[in-house]
C-alpha cells in the first residue's frame, strides 16, 4: 500500500523510533554558533564583538571547530560544531560575515535541539488505534519505521515508506515532545 492509500486508516500495531530524532545537536535557529562563555558580558549597549571563521548548513558535514573567542554563522537544523555549546538568533546580532557584533549574553544550551529531544531509540511515537489523517501518516517516516501496519477497520496491510513523506516530521515530532529542552 502506497502512503495515500494509508490515509483514513488505523495503525493496528505500535510504531517506535528506531533512532534518536533529531539524529545530532543542531541549532533551532539560524544565527551563531558560540561558547556561552565568550559573550557572557554581551548587552544592546555593549556588545561583543566575535569573529567568524565559517559557516554551517543544514545538512553541512563541514568540520569547524568552535574555539574560545570565536564563532561561525549556523543555520536552522545544522549540525552544532564541537565547542559550542549555544546559539545566538540572527536577530540579536549585527548579522555579520567576518565578524559579528552579539548584543545579548545566553546560557548554555540556548537555542540548541539536542540529539533524541523528539524522539529517543525505542519510544513509541504512534500508537495502535491512532487514525492515520494527513498529519500524522506522514511523520513517521523519520522515526526510522520502514513501515506500518494498518487498515479502515478489522483488515491489515503493511505500508511502505514513500520518499514523499519526509518534509513535516520534525514538526510533527516537536510538537510531542513532553520536555523539550531547546530554548530561544
Given at each position: 500500500m502506497t502512503l495515500p492509500d494509508a490515509h483514513n486508516t488505523v495503525l493496528v500495531e505500535d510504531v517506535h523510533a528506531t533512532f534518536p530524532l533529531p539524529p545530532f545537536d543542531n541549532s533551532a535557529?539560524?544565527?551563531?554558533?558560540?561558547?556561552?562563555?565568550?559573550?557572557?558580558?554581551?548587552?544592546a549597549a555593549t556588545p561583543v564583538t566575535l569573529p567568524v571563521v565559517g559557516d554551517v548548513a543544514a545538512g553541512s558535514t563541514t568540520p569547524y571547530t568552535v574555539q574560545p573567542g570565536l564563532c561561525v554563522r549556523?543555520?536552522?537544523?545544522a549540525p552544532l560544531p564541537p565547542g559550542a555549546n549555544a546559539v545566538i538568533p540572527l536577530e540579536d546580532t549585527d548579522g555579520g560575515i567576518a565578524q559579528v557584533a552579539i548584543r545579548r549574553s545566553v546560557p548554555n544550551g540556548w537555542c540548541i535541539r539536542r540529539a533524541g529531544e523528539d524522539a529517543a531509540p525505542g519510544s513509541e511515537v504512534l500508537k495502535a488505534g491512532t487514525h492515520l489523517g494527513a498529519t500524522n501518516s506522514v511523520c513517521w517516516?523519520?522515526?526510522?519505521?520502514?513501515?506500518?501496519?494498518?487498515?479502515?477497520g478489522h483488515?491489515?496491510?503493511f505500508c511502505p515508506p514513500a520518499a514523499s513523506?519526509?518534509?513535516?516530521?520534525?514538526?510533527?515530532?516537536?510538537?510531542?515532545?513532553?520536555?523539550?529542552?531547546?530554548?530561544?
Open positions: 535557529m539560524d544565527g551563531y554558533a558560540v561558547r556561552a562563555e565568550d559573550v557572557a558580558a554581551a548587552t549556523i543555520m536552522t537544523g517516516r523519520p522515526w526510522g519505521a520502514t513501515g506500518f501496519r494498518c487498515g479502515p483488515e491489515s496491510w513523506s519526509l518534509s513535516l516530521a520534525s514538526r510533527s515530532a516537536a510538537a510531542r515532545s513532553p520536555t523539550p529542552t531547546a530554548r530561544c
